[in-house]
């Protein structure tokens, strides 16, 4: 099992990672693999799934052509500017050419200390790395751009954490692991034509359109622009809370990565949080598109030298870009909110506008579970109203508002094709990564298997389209584990 890697980051950006090697696994076992991912990759899963196959997804043996590095990042935490983070428990082993003819970082997440690794141990626990592949495989089945894992294997290892827990590693694909980050360490080393090559590489690699531009840095800071308004967009409209949507975990792809203390909303409310550190609800779900802007705005401040030599003129072309994430995002989440409404192109935005606007408050003030009123409300347009009456309390609001709605002739089946039966529920992945951790894979490979096709209901994944029993009321998802 050898696929072919090579090391076009490793090459091209020297200053930008260490020559590092992981850490050997004492005694690996392979827990999960994505078959699936790995035959869209031109991998045999067999060959994947053997001897060989686990020393490369655990970083034993590099395949040919292969120099995995621990690449260095800068980021704001919290806000707070660190200026030296970089993979402090991760390597970027290669690129994979995938058969469209795009290259797939080929990364290593739990593989042991590195130069970055500060205060932290460089391991990972099986549970979080599961969560990573779940909620990988779920936000690919939604349509939402996303890292996705090839596999987690577990290491043999224990990892002391509050209480030992044993020990993963996961091999994560993604489309680069560029993140906002990455320029805020050029940036901030004053090096602009480390900054110039960084714009270049990740205008080929992930915005070819903005090659053509008059100035390729503002070609580029509009694409980011774009890609990320669109991808938020995605996360408010099923509910996802990233919880550390740190700059140096905001891809320059537009892809979601990281998947730390992130969970899905149940009952809609704006100021959701489920991260035990986020105190003051920074990362809140409302707030994700005012900090995806804000992280723009971090990763627009990098650029400014190559905007325009007159630093006022180059901070007006910046701004003039950002502006465009504001009505970006607009436009994808009443797309996708008119979507899930059921409502066709003849709706009249002067309608459909107000119809969005005032469900949002009702869903809030009665606590209502934001995945199953959607799919249930497909229902409501076939004739029967109770599935989502039931969910609320306020029933003159809910009715008054069906009323306005059922005017204006959704059609249900485009409903059920875009609001999902199956998410990764709070209290079905807890379930699912205890078992595993106990060495019972069975929960986990159900959840996988509802989250993996999301939009058709099914009998034998009937428990994990249910809220849980008590709302997840209190539920704290955890950093770094
Ligand atoms: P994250 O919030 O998971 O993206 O991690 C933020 C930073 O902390 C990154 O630089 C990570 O590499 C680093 N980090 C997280 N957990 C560990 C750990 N157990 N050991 C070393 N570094 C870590
Ligand atoms: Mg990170």
Same mark, same amino acid.
């Given at each position: 099992m050898s696929p072919t890697l090579s090391a076009e980051f490793a090459t091209a950006f020297p200053e930008l990672g260490v020559p590092w090697q992981a850490e050997r696994a004492p005694d690996p076992r392979l827990l999960i693999l994505n078959e699936a991912l790995a035959t869209e990759l031109g991998l045999d899963p067999a060959r994947l799934g053997g001897p060989d196959g686990v020393a490369l997804l655990t970083g034993a043996t590099p395949p040919a052509g292969a120099r995995p590095v621990a690449q260095v990042y800068s980021g704001h935490q919290f806000g707070s500017y660190a200026p030296r983070l970089g993979d402090g428990r991760a390597l970027l082993l290669g690129e994979l050419r995938h058969p469209d003819g795009s290259l797939r970082d080929l990364h290593l997440k739990g593989s042991g200390r590195t130069p970055f690794s500060r205060g932290g141990d460089g391991l990972a626990a099986v549970g979080p790395m599961l969560r990573e592949y779940v909620i990988g495989e779920a936000m690919h089945a939604l349509g939402i751009p996303t890292t996705r894992a090839l596999g987690v294997v577990a290491t043999g290892r224990a990892v002391q954490r509050e209480s030992p827990l044993p020990g993963a590693v996961l091999a994560r694909v993604a489309?680069?692991?560029?993140r906002v980050g990455t320029f805020q360490y050029a940036a901030v080393n004053g090096d602009r034509d480390l900054l110039q090559r960084l714009v270049d590489h990740a205008i080929a690699r992930?915005?070819?359109?903005?090659?053509?531009?008059?100035?390729p840095a503002l070609g580029l800071l509009e694409a980011v622009t774009e890609a990320q308004a669109d991808l938020v967009a995605g996360w408010m409209l099923v509910g996802f809370v990233h919880g550390v949507m740190n700059t140096d975990n905001m891809t320059i792809s537009g892809e979601s990565i990281d998947y730390g203390p992130c969970a899905f909303m149940d009952a809609?409310?704006?100021?959701t949080v489920f991260s035990s550190i986020d105190h003051a609800g920074r990362y809140a779900y409302g707030n994700q598109p005012p900090i995806a802007e804000w992280n723009l705005s971090r990763f627009a401040e990098t650029l400014l030298p190559l905007l325009d030599d007159d630093q006022d003129k180059a901070v007006e072309i910046a701004v003039e870009a950002l502006s465009r994430f504001r009505t970006r995002y607009a436009t994808g989440w009443v797309r996708g909110m008119r979507a899930k409404l059921g409502l066709?192109?003849? @709706?009249p935005q002067e309608q459909a506008h107000p119809l969005i606007d005032d469900l949002l408050p009702l869903l809030a003030a009665n606590s209502v579970d934001f995945t199953s009123f959607f799919r249930r409300l497909a229902a409501a347009a076939r004739g029967d109203a109770e599935p989502v009456r039931g969910m609320v309390l306020d029933l003159a609001g809910i009715d008054a508002w069906l009323d306005r709605w059922r005017a204006l002739q959704p059609d249900p089946d485009a409903m059920d094709a875009v609001n999902? @039966?199956?998410?990764?529920r709070n209290h079905r992945v807890e379930e699912a990564l205890d078992a595993a951790t106990d060495g019972d894979l069975g929960p986990l490979e159900r959840l996988v298997a509802a989250v993996r096709s999301p939009y058709v209901e099914r009998a034998e994944h009937a428990a994990y389209a249910d809220p849980a029993p008590d709302g997840n009321v209190g539920y704290r998802t955890f950093c770094g584990t």
């Open positions: 489309r680069s692991h560029l992930h915005h070819p359109q903005a090659a053509g531009a008059a100035t809609f409310d704006p100021a066709s192109a003849q @709706v999902p @039966v199956y998410i990764p």
